[in-house]
């Protein structure tokens, strides 16, 4: 097996990941033998990534933290082709869907992921989810720590936790390493940010009760800052007082952001520092030499300085204007003079956003091999990235990218739209998603518009369930069903970055399916025509405020 | 409903619920609901022969905290039973969180509790059963084992 740059198995971690494939495979015979009723099932099927939806069975594989290596993703490949049609879709949460796949072949699927490392364990269920982080960890140039460290530390303390597997609800962590939040941590059922004190020390913020869905919810900050090895008592501290006094009697009301709304903030902190006090000193406060050792399997790769500027990549620029605007919005500050971080955009012009061909997520691994360390990252936002790339080889990784459909210089644009999969696909959806993502990206194909219109992040779910996140999308497009049609409800104003986290606001009444491209154009217009220089869209919102832009969609539509 | 007990004979007291205990705190056995305080339990653990803590449906998992609380905080060593939605698939973590007795009327129950201490040979997590998660055992080799 390759080396990698992250948390590598042991013995421990394989055994655990193969007995529960063998636990699985049981409870699927007895299932099909009729031992097990759906009722009875449905929670161990989902806490082992199995949905049952509109057409088929869906199974979420669990990309930790989003970081996979070139070999992981080669079996993700090989997977979508012999259990699946041959392609995958990456999500929001930085895991992989595969939308077709079979009962009695589930366990096979999950034994075959298990040959590299990988698992879908609590992608679904009312349990600790797959943890999520910076999508740039261990490459970003403003990074106090990789976040990844700890994802790893809360994967494994998380994984099968006997006091947590039958929460209230879903429960959601992000962790991030840097000031620029790339991991939405305010809007989780607990975010975690690294930051460094005056003293020096590196700790966490603890923000907990943050949360998209029908009720959206800014996190409140429990504790400003937490001694790294208190992490995991302080955590299940904060579970144990949800798991006890979290609302059962409504799942929409279940959520840990509902507990910290009804009994307030203050009383919530009181409740888990009381719990926290007497377990702080317990077998869970972690030693110095399992931070370390797991801290050093996510050294990251020996990258040795380079000139920052390299001759074939200006001469390339002036001469291709696609490339000049893909070295733009595609390419990142890497920590290491002389490096980049590449973004594979998922989003061409009028694609399903995330969706990967087998054939792609293996040119894709070819590309990390020969040119990034062997490792590539999901993104929240459904995008692929390259996180180690020389700046030398920038161009022949553009050029690759390009043949496979991954050069799109959209990263941040008004067609690098974030979409939940939507009523083709989705039981719980009230409406499409991903067509009216489809026609907004066909509508803003042009490479030279998109960039004038700047930064710009779209956001659309099919249902008040808000997995495209579109509360916090400078535009937010809500799929609704009134009597059998299916509209379209606007926001504007909603951000996850840090320090400006918003939930955003409607704008007014829905509108139809064949208005949404109409309606976005009118947004769009209203921002050029009245924007300041250097403003982006959400800027102009925030100074001049819904007016102009309400009057204009809705003489437009 | 049919018990399963992993310590021999379990305890034939018959439990008082919460709310008739208090008035009788010397009698040694008392069922709980789920949203009862536990933590009222803590002067008499002691005396306490049998706890019973209540499953109202199999997805709800507040008595897993209660069971913890017992066993870890407050050193409970009697008999913990679970009672109600029970079945063979919740048994791995009911143990680990110091359930020792079982009611169940799921079919094959005995058998899935004859096994259910081997299916994982490996936790993550320090909890009740006294097993020593990975993350200890690892600080035991001078490296970790790569397989």
Same mark, same amino acid.
């Given at each position: 097996?390759?080396?990698?740059?992250?948390?590598?198995?042991?013995?421990?971690?394989?055994?655990?990941?193969?007995?529960?494939?063998?636990?699985? !495979?049981?409870?699927?015979?007895?299932?099909?033998?009729?031992?097990?009723?759906?009722?009875?099932?449905?929670?161990?099927?989902?806490?082992?990534?199995?949905?049952?939806?509109?057409?088929?069975?869906?199974?979420?594989?669990?990309?930790?933290?989003?970081?996979?290596?070139?070999?992981?993703?080669?079996?993700?490949?090989?997977?979508?082709?012999?259990?699946?049609?041959?392609?995958?879709?990456?999500?929001?949460?930085?895991?992989?869907?595969?939308?077709?796949?079979? #009962?009695?072949?589930?366990?096979?699927? #999950?034994?075959?992921?298990?040959?590299?490392?990988?698992?879908?364990?609590?992608?679904?269920?009312?349990?600790?989810?797959?943890?999520?982080?910076?999508?740039?960890?261990?490459?970003?140039?403003?990074?106090?720590?990789?976040?990844?460290?700890?994802?790893?530390?809360?994967?494994?303390?998380?994984?099968?936790?006997?006091?947590?597997?039958? #929460?209230?609800?879903?429960?959601?962590?992000?962790?991030?390493?840097? /000031?620029?939040?790339?991991?939405?941590?305010?809007?989780?059922?607990?975010?975690?940010?690294?930051?460094?004190?005056?003293?020096?020390?590196?700790?966490?913020?603890?923000?907990?009760?943050?949360?998209?869905?029908?009720?959206?919810?800014?996190?409140?900050?429990?504790?400003?800052?937490?001694?790294?090895?208190?992490?995991?008592?302080?955590?299940?501290?904060?579970?144990?007082?949800?798991?006890?006094?979290?609302?059962?009697?409504?799942?929409?009301?279940?959520?840990?952001?509902?507990?910290?709304?009804?009994?307030?903030?203050?009383?919530?902190?009181?409740?888990?520092?009381?719990?926290?006090?007497?377990?702080?000193?317990?077998?869970?406060?972690?030693?110095?030499?399992?931070?370390?050792?797991?801290?050093? &399997?996510?050294?990251?790769?020996?990258?040795?300085?380079?000139?920052?500027?390299?001759?074939?990549?200006?001469?390339?620029?002036?001469?291709?204007?696609?490339?000049?605007?893909?070295?733009?919005?595609?390419?990142?500050?890497?920590?290491?003079?002389?490096?980049?971080?590449?973004?594979?955009?998922?989003?061409?012009?009028?694609? /399903?956003?995330?969706?990967?061909?087998?054939?792609?997520?293996?040119?894709?691994?070819?590309?990390?091999?020969?040119?990034?360390?062997?490792?590539?990252?999901?993104?929240?936002? &459904?995008?692929?990235?390259?996180?180690?790339?020389?700046?030398?080889?920038?161009?022949?990784?553009?050029?690759?990218?390009?043949?496979?459909?991954?050069?799109?210089?959209?990263?941040?644009?008004?067609?690098?739209?974030?979409?939940?999969?939507?009523?083709?696909?989705?039981?719980?959806?009230?409406? !499409?998603?991903?067509?009216?993502?489809?026609?907004?990206?066909?509508?803003?194909?042009?490479?030279?518009?998109?960039?004038?219109?700047?930064?710009?992040?779209?956001?659309?779910?099919?249902?008040?369930?808000?997995?495209?996140?579109?509360?916090?999308?400078?535009?937010?497009?809500?799929?609704?069903?009134?009597?059998?049609?299916?509209?379209? &409800?606007?926001?504007?104003?909603?951000?996850?970055?840090?320090?400006?986290?918003?939930?955003?606001?409607?704008?007014?009444?829905?509108?139809?399916?064949?208005?949404?491209?109409?309606?976005?154009?009118?947004?769009?217009?209203?921002?050029?025509?009245?924007?300041?220089?250097?403003?982006?869209?959400?800027?102009?919102?925030?100074?001049?405020?819904?007016?102009?832009?309400?009057?204009?969609?809705?003489?437009?539509? | 409903?049919?018990?399963?007990?992993?310590?021999?004979?379990?305890?034939?007291?018959?439990?008082?619920?919460?709310?008739?205990?208090?008035?009788?705190?010397?009698?040694?056995?008392?069922?709980?609901?789920?949203?009862?305080?536990?933590?009222?339990?803590?002067?008499?653990?002691?005396?306490?022969?049998?706890?019973?803590?209540?499953?109202?449906?199999?997805?709800?998992?507040?008595?897993?905290?209660?069971?913890?609380?017992?066993?870890?905080?407050?050193?409970?060593?009697?008999?913990?039973?679970?009672?109600?939605?029970?079945?063979?698939?919740?048994?791995?973590?009911?143990?680990?969180?110091?359930?020792?007795?079982?009611?169940?009327?799921?079919?094959?129950?005995?058998?899935?509790?004859?096994?259910?201490?081997?299916?994982?040979?490996?936790?993550?997590?320090?909890?009740?059963?006294?097993?020593?998660?990975?993350?200890?055992?690892?600080?035991?080799?001078?490296?970790?084992?790569?397989?």
């Amino acid at each position: 097996m390759p080396d990698t740059h992250f948390y590598r198995y042991d013995d421990y971690d394989k055994t655990l990941v193969a007995e529960r494939v063998d636990q699985f !495979r049981d409870q699927v015979r007895r299932r099909i033998a009729g031992e097990l009723t759906e009722e009875q099932f449905k929670p161990l099927r989902l806490t082992n990534g199995l949905y049952l939806q509109l057409h088929a069975y869906m199974l979420r594989i669990a990309i930790p933290y989003g970081t996979l290596a070139s070999h992981q993703l080669r079996k993700l490949a090989e997977i979508s082709r012999k259990y699946d049609r041959g392609y995958g879709h990456f999500t929001t949460r930085q895991n992989l869907q595969l939308n077709w796949i079979k #009962l009695e072949d589930a366990p096979d699927a #999950l034994a075959a992921l298990a040959e590299v490392d990988m698992h879908a364990m609590q992608t679904s269920g009312n349990c600790i989810r797959n943890v999520t982080a910076d999508h740039f960890a261990g490459a970003a140039i403003d990074e106090i720590e990789d976040p990844r460290i700890w994802c790893e530390i809360v994967r494994q303390w998380s994984t099968l936790h006997p006091e947590f597997s039958f #929460l209230p609800r879903k429960f959601k962590i992000a962790i991030t390493g840097s /000031p620029n939040d790339r991991a939405a941590v305010r809007v989780h059922d607990i975010g975690l940010r690294l930051w460094q004190n005056e003293q020096g020390e590196v700790g966490f913020e603890v923000i907990v009760g943050g949360g998209l869905g029908r009720t959206p919810m800014i996190g409140k900050t429990l504790r400003e800052f937490l001694p790294r090895d208190e992490l995991l008592a302080y955590l299940e501290a904060t579970l144990r007082v949800y798991n006890r006094y979290g609302r059962r009697d409504n799942l929409y009301k279940a959520r840990i952001k509902i507990l910290v709304h009804e009994i307030g903030a203050e009383k919530m902190r009181e409740e888990v520092e009381a719990e926290y006090a007497s377990m702080r000193d317990s077998a869970l406060r972690l030693p110095a030499e399992t931070i370390e050792a797991i801290a050093r &399997q996510f050294a990251p790769p020996v990258l040795a300085e380079q000139p920052a500027i390299s001759g074939k990549v200006e001469a390339l620029r002036l001469e291709d204007r696609d490339f000049a605007l893909w070295l733009k919005s595609n390419v990142a500050p890497h920590r290491v003079q002389g490096y980049a971080i590449v973004t594979a955009s998922l989003k061409p012009a009028g694609s /399903p956003p995330g969706d990967a061909s087998a054939a792609q997520m293996e040119g894709v691994a070819d590309i990390a091999d020969a040119y990034s360390q062997g490792e590539i990252r999901v993104s929240h936002e &459904q995008n692929l990235i390259f996180p180690h790339v020389a700046i030398e080889d920038l161009p022949v990784v553009w050029l690759a990218l390009g043949r496979l459909g991954f050069a799109e210089a959209n990263v941040g644009k008004i067609t690098d739209i974030i979409a939940c999969p939507g009523l083709d696909y989705c039981a719980l959806a009230n409406a !499409r998603s991903i067509p009216v993502a489809q026609r907004i990206s066909t509508h803003f194909a042009g490479l030279a518009q998109q960039h004038d219109i700047g930064d710009l992040k779209i956001k659309i779910s099919g249902c008040i369930n808000a997995c495209g996140h579109h509360h916090v999308g400078h535009i937010g497009i809500l799929g609704v069903d009134k009597n059998g049609v299916e509209l379209y &409800q606007l926001s504007l104003g909603g951000d996850v970055d840090f320090g400006k986290t918003a939930i955003g606001t409607i704008l007014g009444p829905a509108v139809t399916a064949d208005k949404v491209v109409e309606a976005v154009d009118a947004l769009v217009a209203t921002y050029l025509d009245t924007r300041s220089a250097g403003e982006r869209f959400v800027d102009t919102y925030r100074r001049i405020g819904a007016k102009p832009f309400k009057e204009r969609v809705y003489a437009a539509v | 409903m049919p018990l399963f007990s992993e310590a021999g004979l379990p305890a034939s007291f018959v439990p008082l619920s919460f709310a008739d205990w208090q008035s009788r705190p010397e009698w040694p056995a008392v069922s709980l609901a789920n949203t009862d305080p536990v933590e009222d339990l803590a002067p008499h653990v002691g005396r306490l022969r049998l706890i019973v803590l209540n499953f109202p449906k199999f997805s709800d998992g507040r008595a897993y905290s209660q069971a913890r609380l017992l066993r870890g905080r407050m050193g409970y060593r009697g008999e913990l039973r679970a009672t109600g939605g029970v079945l063979q698939d919740q048994i791995p973590f009911m143990l680990r969180c110091g359930f020792d007795s079982f009611e169940s009327d799921q079919k094959g129950f005995e058998e899935a509790l004859a096994k259910a201490r081997t299916l994982f040979s490996v936790v993550y997590q320090p909890a009740e059963d006294g097993r020593v998660p990975a993350s200890r055992l690892r600080l035991d080799h001078t490296g970790p084992a790569v397989g």
